[in-house]
C-alpha cells in the first residue's frame, strides 16, 4: 500500500483460555488495530479439559496476520510494529518433541483436574517419604506440606503444571519415552508459542518467563531457578524444562509471517500481565481479573509472604534479569465467566451471555439458592480437588432468573472469601477492588460484586489490560516510548482514560446473612470426590 504512516507501536499477543487476540498500542495504549480468534476445546471425560498445540498456533499466526492486515487498512504501516509481547493461560501444560518439534499430545489446561490421583500420589508421598531438602535430610507429613511451599510458593494440587506433566509420562508412553530419551520439550504456553513463532527446530529457543514458571511447583522462589528438590521429588528430568528469564527482555525474533524480524520482548502469565496493565506495581496495590476464571492479584514488593490462609505466593513480574523480582499474593478461582458459559452452552438458559444480566436483574434476590461453581473442584482460599458443583436451595418458586443471579453471586462470594484471606495475610483492609476482564462489562456482574463484597469496585474504561500488561513489559524493554516498568511514572501516559465506580447498597445484615448461607453452601460441597493414590 502506498503512502502508508509511520508510527511506534507495540503489539500484544494474548493467548487466553478460548481464544486469542493479537492487539496493537500506541503510546497512550490506545487500540490501533486487533484481531480474535476462538479456537477448539476438547471435553473427551469428565474433568478433562484439551486443546491441540498446533490449532492454538494457528490461531496465533492467524492473529498476527490479521490485525497487521487491519492496520493497514487504517493507514498505519506494519512496520510501525516495533516489538510485541505475550501473555498467556498459565499453568496449562504443553509436550513436544525435540527432535521433530511437534506436539507428543494435546495439551492440557489449567483448568483440567482428571490429575486428582496423581495428587492423592504426592500428598502421600510428602507425608510418608517426604521431600529430600539436603542431601540425606527429608521432611515430612506438615514439614513436608510446609517445605514444598516455601520452596514453590504452592501447594500440590491439580492446577499447576508440574502435575499435568507427570500424568503425561505416566499415561502417555511417547511422552515417557521422550522424557526417558530427553527427547522431551515440556513448556506452558508462552514456552510453546515463542518455541514456534522463533522458528521452531531451526532455533529450538526454550524459554519461559519467570511469572509463568512460578506457576508450575518447580522454581525456586527466591532463587528463580528450577530446584533440585523439587525436580526429584516430582521425578522430573530437568533437561525437559526451558530457560527462565525475566519478563521484559529482548528473547529473540519471529522468524515468518508479516511481522518477521521483530523482537518479542515481554512475557507475561495473564494474570501478572493484568496487574502490570492495571499499573499495580507497587506493594499495597491489587487487581481482579473475571475471565473464564477470576483471579485476584495483591503486590506485595520485594518481599515473598507466605500465605497462611490458602493464598499463593507467585511472581508478579522481574524487570529485566539483572532486577530483583516483584512478588504477589494470588487467590484463583476456577470457575467465573465459564459457568455463564455453561448456562448458555450446556443448560440452554440463555441464547447470549449478556443475556445473564438482564435475567439476573429482573428479580431483587436468589429465592435462597446458592450455587457453588466448582466444575472442577474449589481453589483459594479453599484449595479441595474434590469438591462438586452444587445448586442448594432450589424450591418449585425457583426460576432461571433465580439460578442466574446465583451464578454471579457466587463469583462474588468467591472473590470475598478471597479477600477476607488476604486481609488476613496483608494485614490489609482492601477500600477498593480494581477490576478487568470479559465478565466486568456486564453492570450487574459488578454491582453484585460490591454489595457481596462490601467494597467499592472500580472498572477502568480500557479493560484489555491483560494485553496491555504484556506491551508494556515489551515496550520496556527496548525503553519505546520511555517505558520502564521500574519507574511507574514513566507510564503516566498510559490508559488515563476514565473509570466508573459500583459501590455497596446492600445492607450489612442481609451482607452477612447472604455470607453465612454461602460458607454452609461450601461445606456440603467440600469433599464429594476423595482422590486416591494410584
Known amino acids: 500500500m502506498a503512502n502508508l504512516k509511520q508510527g511506534e507501536f507495540v503489539g500484544s499477543l494474548d493467548c487466553g483460555t478460548t481464544s486469542t487476540r493479537f492487539l496493537i498500542f500506541d503510546k497512550y495504549a490506545n487500540i490501533v488495530a486487533q484481531h480474535q480468534l476462538e479456537y477448539p476445546q476438547y471435553y473427551p471425560e469428565p474433568s478433562w479439559h484439551e486443546q491441540d498445540p498446533d490449532e492454538?498456533?494457528?490461531?496465533?499466526?492467524?492473529?498476527?496476520?490479521?490485525?497487521?492486515?487491519?492496520?493497514?487498512?487504517?493507514?498505519?504501516?506494519?512496520?510501525?510494529?516495533?516489538?510485541?509481547?505475550?501473555?498467556?493461560?498459565?499453568?496449562?501444560?504443553?509436550?513436544?518433541?525435540?527432535?521433530?518439534?511437534?506436539?507428543?499430545c494435546r495439551l492440557i489446561v489449567w483448568d483440567d483436574s482428571r490429575t486428582k490421583n496423581t495428587v492423592a500420589h504426592f500428598e502421600h508421598k510428602l507425608q510418608t517419604t517426604g521431600i529430600e531438602v539436603a542431601q540425606g535430610v527429608f521432611k515430612k507429613g506438615e514439614e513436608g506440606v510446609q517445605a514444598l511451599r516455601s520452596l514453590s510458593g504452592l501447594p500440590i494440587s491439580t492446577?499447576?503444571?508440574?502435575?499435568?506433566?507427570?500424568?503425561?509420562?505416566?499415561h502417555h508412553d511417547n511422552v515417557r519415552k521422550a522424557h526417558e530419551e530427553d527427547d522431551l520439550m515440556f513448556g506452558t504456553v508462552e514456552s510453546?508459542?515463542?518455541y514456534r513463532l522463533t522458528g521452531g527446530t531451526q532455533k529450538n529457543l526454550h524459554i519461559t518467563d519467570v511469572t509463568n514458571a512460578s506457576r508450575t511447583l518447580l522454581m525456586n522462589l527466591t532463587t528463580l531457578k528450577w530446584d533440585p528438590a523439587l525436580l526429584k521429588f516430582f521425578e522430573i528430568k530437568d533437561s525437559v524444562l526451558p530457560k527462565i528469564v525475566s519478563s521484559s527482555e529482548v528473547y529473540g525474533e519471529l522468524a515468518y509471517g508479516p511481522l518477521k524480524g521483530v523482537k518479542i520482548g515481554g512475557i507475561a502469565g495473564d494474570q501478572q500481565a493484568a496487574l502490570v496493565g492495571n499499573k499495580c506495581l507497587k506493594q499495597g496495590e491489587a487487581k481482579c481479573t473475571y475471565g473464564t476464571g477470576a483471579f485476584l492479584l495483591f503486590c506485595t514488593g520485594e518481599d515473598i509472604v507466605q500465605s497462611q490462609h490458602g493464598l499463593l505466593s507467585t511472581v508478579a513480574y522481574q524487570d529485566g534479569s539483572s532486577k530483583k523480582p516483584i512478588y504477589a499474593l494470588e487467590g484463583s478461582i476456577a470457575v467465573a465467566g465459564s459457568a455463564i458459559k455453561w448456562l448458555r452452552d450446556s443448560m440452554k438458559m440463555v441464547s447470549s451471555a449478556a443475556e445473564v444480566n438482564s435475567l439476573a436483574d429482573?428479580?431483587?434476590?436468589?429465592?435462597?439458592?446458592?450455587?457453588?461453581?466448582?466444575?472442577?473442584?474449589?481453589?483459594?482460599?479453599?484449595?479441595?480437588?474434590?469438591?462438586?458443583?452444587?445448586?442448594?436451595?432450589?424450591?418449585?418458586?425457583?426460576?432461571?432468573?433465580?439460578?442466574?443471579?446465583?451464578?454471579?453471586?457466587?463469583?462474588?462470594?468467591?472473590?470475598?472469601?478471597?479477600?477476607?484471606?488476604?486481609?488476613?495475610?496483608?494485614?490489609?483492609?482492601l477500600k477498593h477492588l480494581m477490576v478487568d476482564g470479559?465478565?466486568?462489562?456486564?453492570?450487574?456482574?459488578?454491582?453484585?460484586?460490591?454489595?457481596?463484597?462490601?467494597?467499592?469496585?472500580?472498572?477502568?474504561?480500557?479493560?484489555?489490560?491483560?494485553?496491555?500488561?504484556?506491551?508494556?513489559?515489551?515496550?520496556?524493554?527496548?525503553?519505546?516510548?520511555?517505558?520502564?516498568?521500574?519507574?511507574?511514572?514513566?507510564?503516566?501516559?498510559?490508559?488515563?482514560?476514565?473509570?466508573?465506580?459500583?459501590?455497596p447498597s446492600m445492607p450489612e445484615a442481609e451482607r452477612e446473612k447472604r455470607w453465612q448461607g454461602w460458607k454452609r453452601a461450601i461445606e456440603r460441597s467440600v469433599g464429594w470426590e476423595e482422590g486416591v493414590d494410584e
Open 362 to 429: 429482573s428479580v431483587p434476590d436468589t429465592g435462597g439458592v446458592y450455587f457453588v461453581t466448582a466444575f472442577s473442584g474449589l481453589l483459594a482460599p479453599y484449595w479441595d480437588p474434590g469438591a462438586a458443583g452444587l445448586l442448594i436451595g432450589l424450591s418449585a418458586y425457583t426460576t432461571p432468573a433465580h439460578i442466574a443471579l446465583a451464578t454471579l453471586e457466587a463469583n462474588a462470594f468467591q472473590t470475598r472469601a478471597i479477600l477476607e484471606s488476604m486481609k488476613l495475610d496483608s494485614k490489609t483492609d
Open 159 to 170: 492446577y499447576f503444571s508440574a502435575i499435568k506433566l507427570r500424568w503425561m509420562i505416566d
Open 56 to 104: 492454538l498456533m494457528e490461531s496465533c499466526d492467524v492473529c498476527i496476520t490479521e490485525a497487521c492486515k487491519a492496520l493497514e487498512a487504517s493507514g498505519w504501516a506494519k512496520e510501525s510494529v516495533k516489538v510485541i509481547g505475550i501473555t498467556n493461560q498459565r499453568e496449562s501444560a504443553v509436550a513436544w518433541s525435540r527432535k521433530t518439534g511437534k506436539p507428543l
Open 438 to 503: 470479559g465478565m466486568t462489562n456486564g453492570d450487574k456482574v459488578m454491582k453484585v460484586l460490591a454489595d457481596i463484597g462490601g467494597f467499592t469496585v472500580i472498572r477502568p474504561e480500557m479493560r484489555e489490560s491483560t494485553a496491555l500488561g504484556s506491551a508494556l513489559l515489551a515496550g520496556s524493554a527496548i525503553r519505546l516510548h520511555g517505558w520502564n516498568i521500574s519507574e511507574p511514572k514513566t507510564l503516566a501516559e498510559v490508559n488515563t482514560a476514565g473509570t466508573l465506580d459500583f459501590t
Open 192 to 194: 510453546w508459542i515463542v
